[in-house]
């Protein structure tokens, strides 16, 4: 390649980089476990999903209040996230009918009520610029730095992946496909 040519490559690849940089990151309604998806002034993202075992020292702070155990034909998914209301005014947290896992069969299942420390507090109001966890709360210090979501489902639910979270938030629905 002649001299000319390679600063002129050099130039156009420097451009490139700018513009590409200047396309920042812009959520979409749906995404994978980790990928913040914004629905409305929300901002959503997923940072861990696992079985909790009630026998566990830790899970069982997550448990406190709920079945246990739960039937020999069931178990709780726990759904640790974070939320942003990324906008000015107050909005309101979705409520636990409005959090369902539903797997490839089409089987749908709603958020059970938490109160634990550790809880997203569904339905409560988010004011302008507020984020779950709070800083410096138990779900914010904990291993997953996120508040839990619970759901009660089958054993067997494992076999009918992938698991996607469907949110429903200021007349949007939006889809993390959960990595479990």
């Known amino acids: 390649m002649r001299p000319g040519h390679k600063g002129a490559l050099a130039v156009a690849l420097a451009l490139a980089a700018i513009v590409a940089a200047g396309c920042g990151y812009s959520p979409g309604k749906t995404g994978d476990e980790g990928t913040p998806i914004e629905l409305g002034s929300m901002e959503f993202n997923v940072q861990l999903t696992r079985f909790l075992n009630p026998t566990d020292p ?19 998914l726990a759904v640790f996230m974070t939320m942003k209301n990324k906008g000015d005014a107050s909005t309101t947290i979705p409520t636990a009918a409005q959090m369902t896992v539903t797997d490839t069969t089409g089987a749908g299942y709603q958020a059970v ?13 988010l004011a302008g610029g507020g984020e779950i966890p709070v800083a ?45």
């Open 58 to 76: 830790e899970d069982k702070q997550y448990l406190v209040g709920q079945r246990l155990p739960p039937a020999s034909d069931q178990a709780y």
């Open 136 to 180: 410096d709360s138990p779900a914010a210090s904990g291993p997953a730095q996120g508040s839990v979501v619970l759901f009660y489902v089958p054993q067997g639910i494992t076999e009918n992946r992938p698991l996607e979270l469907e949110i429903q938030h200021q007349g949007e629905t939006g889809t993390i496909k959960l990595d479990i």
């Open 113 to 125: 009520a938490s109160s634990t420390p550790f809880a997203a507090p569904l339905g409560a109001p």
